[in-house]
């Protein structure tokens, strides 16, 4: 990236991405109550206040890590415009940071760079338009095509989430494989200790411990191995 493109990506671009992003968020939030307003209204639902404490206890215990890991694992990958776009849309862990880790790669540009995040962006924007359009079909299609489908094809569809953090954990593996030797020994311990309940003593049960753990020893791993690369890059 030259000078007078790295001018425009400073100055104009991520300004302007910056301004949108903010704008469709704020318009977003009082949109995602909507659904619940509708049972509310026109369906007469009621939920106790007991019964909406348990949920939201049990939601809190279940998402609240990722608020605090999603950000700073996946940043890196979906930079400034990817993130706007993936929490605005969801689906940030199954498609857009796939889909971006996958055109990095075919792009061989660097995640985080001025480069990788105008490559980021795109290949998020471009899932994002045939996911919408995918899911809308689906939606209006779904039940027929559902029906017509094979036993064997509706047993087969339980593995795409699999597959899906499969590759996405197999490409991170192969850019670096020196902080995976170290890193996924640590992240089964984790688990073995979480299934032992050895984090249950923890404010809501403890179960995002392993997560935000696998965080912290991620980031000193991947800082001591590449110790030498940070110090370089710092002068």
């Keep these: 990236m030259n000078k007078e493109q790295e001018k425009v990506y400073k100055e104009e671009y991520l300004p302007?991405?910056?301004k949108v992003g903010k704008i469709t968020s704020w318009i977003s939030l009082p949109l995602i109550f909507i659904p619940a307003l509708?049972?509310?209204?026109?369906?007469?639902a009621r939920p106790d206040p007991?019964?909406?404490?348990?949920?939201?206890?049990?939601?809190?215990?279940?998402m609240l890590a990722w608020y605090i890991v999603d950000p700073v694992t996946l940043y890196p990958i979906l930079h400034?415009?990817?993130?706007?776009?993936t929490y605005l849309c969801g689906n940030s862990k199954e498609i857009r940071a796939p889909a971006a880790t996958a055109a990095l790669s075919s792009?061989?540009?660097?995640?985080?760079?001025e480069q990788g995040t105008v490559v980021a962006g795109i290949s998020i924007a471009?899932?994002?338009?045939?996911?919408?359009?995918?899911?809308?079909?689906?939606?209006?299609l779904g039940n027929a095509i559902l029906s017509i489908l094979p036993d064997t094809v509706l047993h087969a569809l339980n593995y795409l989430l699999p597959s899906l953090f499969g590759t996405m954990c197999m490409q991170r593996i192969?850019?670096?494989?020196?902080?995976?030797?170290?890193?996924l020994p640590a992240a089964v311990v984790l688990k073995l200790m979480s299934r032992a309940g050895l984090f249950k003593f923890l404010p809501f049960g403890g179960?995002?411990?392993?997560i935000l753990l696998c965080v912290i020893v991620g980031v000193i791993v991947a800082r001591n191995v590449h110790k030498d690369k940070i110090r370089h890059a710092g002068k």
């Excluded at 509708?38 to 007469?44: D, R």
């Design 107 to 113: 792009a061989d540009v660097e995640a985080g760079t």
């Design 80 to 85: 400034i415009p990817g993130m706007y776009m």
């Design 126 to 140: 471009i899932s994002i338009f045939i996911s919408v359009g995918t899911m809308t079909i689906v939606a209006i």
């Design 174 to 183: 192969l850019l670096d494989p020196k902080s995976t030797f170290i890193i």
């Design 207 to 210: 179960g995002y411990a392993q």
């Design 38 to 44: 509708i049972v509310v209204l026109a369906f007469g």
């Design 16 to 18: 302007y991405v910056i």
């Design 50 to 62: 007991g019964g909406v404490i348990t949920g939201l206890i049990g939601l809190c215990s279940a």
